[in-house]
């Protein structure tokens, strides 16, 4: 494959702002990871400014889901120990707007475990936001399962600007990893936040015992979500689910999907999510170098992600303002 076609075709291509087909992404496993890294940075360099995006979320309702993701601390299937609440109170979410905006966060996620968040609940989450919206203008997104156009459109005249819905992996993994919903109902959703007006958010994670190729599928999948931003999780395999004994994706895995997905998505916002805490700090600046230019601060729903100051320390670091 990697006789048949020139990296620096398929960059060029890229930069004039052309699409890589099918063929072409799965191509790019053939290079040399230092070459693939250097035309994605000069991808990001060419669609990009300086700014990186920080969204920050908070987990307003905690474990007891009915889903069977195989990589989540929050199902019911399985005994993880993880916190278990109901929604929160409503100051909480309007102290986190405040503490996130004063700490120069763009976004704040509010985020329910849950296939969905509607009904009575649904109710109370768009009073919260009503009351973020009357006391901060921070950018509000939502991530609240499998909703329906109508309750987008609740969510949006509350103020929510951008949902957030993961495909979590390329389409022939994701059957091997969860049976009681599939993506094409994550795809009803987004569409639906599309037709509403809505940005999307949706990404994933990968190192669930997927090959290099599938993640090359799962970046195309994504392009039927059309995401303004992707978030790249890093599993932490979670004790007591059927992962926990996953070997950890190397950092140069790591760098060559970021790479990939910056090669497939040259426009999108490239986010840090979970996970990345494993990775050391050269890694993450090399991450941030070749398409990384965002991420979730604070911490991150079942796992500790990083403080604000250290994620606003390294961003500068690797030449962003934050």
């Given at each position: 494959m990697e006789g048949k076609y020139d990296l620096s075709q398929l960059r060029d291509k890229v930069l004039d702002g052309g699409q890589l087909?099918?063929?072409e992404a799965y191509a790019l496993l053939g290079f040399d990871s230092r070459a693939l890294r250097d035309a994605a940075a000069a991808v990001t360099a060419r669609f990009h400014d300086r700014h990186f995006d920080?969204?920050?979320?908070v987990n307003v309702r905690s474990g007891r889901c009915p889903e069977n993701c195989k990589w989540c601390a929050q199902s019911a299937?399985?005994?993880t120990g993880c916190e278990t609440y109901d929604l929160i109170a409503p100051e909480r979410c309007l102290q986190a707007a405040e503490l996130n905006r004063r700490g120069g966060v763009g976004r704040l996620s509010l985020v329910a475990s849950g296939k969905s968040s509607g009904g009575r609940r649904l109710d109370a989450?768009?009073?919260?936001?009503n009351k973020i919206r009357e006391h901060s203008d921070i950018y509000a997104c939502a991530s609240l399962g499998l909703?329906?156009?109508d309750d987008l459109r609740r969510l949006r005249d509350a103020g929510v600007r951008r949902y957030h819905c993961n495909l979590e992996t390329a389409p022939s993994h994701f059957v091997t990893l969860c049976s009681t919903h599939t993506q094409a109902d994550k795809l009803r959703t987004i569409r639906a936040a599309h037709a509403l007006g809505m940005d999307v958010c949706s990404g994933g994670i990968?190192?669930?015992?997927?090959?290099?190729?599938?993640?090359?599928?799962?970046?195309?999948?994504?392009?039927?979500?059309?995401?303004?931003s992707i978030p790249i999780n890093i599993l932490i395999p979670i004790p007591g689910t059927p992962l926990q004994d996953t070997p950890p994706i190397t950092d140069d895995e790591i760098l060559d999907t970021v790479a990939v997905f910056r090669l497939v998505h040259p426009r999108a916002q490239l986010r840090f999510a979970g996970g990345r805490k494993g990775m050391c700090r050269a890694t993450q600046?090399?991450?941030?170098?070749i398409g990384i230019n965002g991420a979730i601060v604070g911490d991150l729903l079942t796992t500790i992600g990083s403080t604000l100051t250290e994620d606003r320390e390294m961003a500068t670091q690797a030449g962003y303002e934050f």
């Amino acid at each position: 494959m990697e006789g048949k076609y020139d990296l620096s075709q398929l960059r060029d291509k890229v930069l004039d702002g052309g699409q890589l087909n099918d063929e072409e992404a799965y191509a790019l496993l053939g290079f040399d990871s230092r070459a693939l890294r250097d035309a994605a940075a000069a991808v990001t360099a060419r669609f990009h400014d300086r700014h990186f995006d920080s969204c920050s979320i908070v987990n307003v309702r905690s474990g007891r889901c009915p889903e069977n993701c195989k990589w989540c601390a929050q199902s019911a299937h399985y005994q993880t120990g993880c916190e278990t609440y109901d929604l929160i109170a409503p100051e909480r979410c309007l102290q986190a707007a405040e503490l996130n905006r004063r700490g120069g966060v763009g976004r704040l996620s509010l985020v329910a475990s849950g296939k969905s968040s509607g009904g009575r609940r649904l109710d109370a989450i768009v009073d919260i936001y009503n009351k973020i919206r009357e006391h901060s203008d921070i950018y509000a997104c939502a991530s609240l399962g499998l909703l329906e156009y109508d309750d987008l459109r609740r969510l949006r005249d509350a103020g929510v600007r951008r949902y957030h819905c993961n495909l979590e992996t390329a389409p022939s993994h994701f059957v091997t990893l969860c049976s009681t919903h599939t993506q094409a109902d994550k795809l009803r959703t987004i569409r639906a936040a599309h037709a509403l007006g809505m940005d999307v958010c949706s990404g994933g994670i990968i190192g669930m015992g997927e090959t290099a190729r599938q993640r090359v599928e799962f970046a195309l999948a994504l392009r039927q979500a059309r995401p303004v931003s992707i978030p790249i999780n890093i599993l932490i395999p979670i004790p007591g689910t059927p992962l926990q004994d996953t070997p950890p994706i190397t950092d140069d895995e790591i760098l060559d999907t970021v790479a990939v997905f910056r090669l497939v998505h040259p426009r999108a916002q490239l986010r840090f999510a979970g996970g990345r805490k494993g990775m050391c700090r050269a890694t993450q600046l090399e991450a941030m170098r070749i398409g990384i230019n965002g991420a979730i601060v604070g911490d991150l729903l079942t796992t500790i992600g990083s403080t604000l100051t250290e994620d606003r320390e390294m961003a500068t670091q690797a030449g962003y303002e934050f």
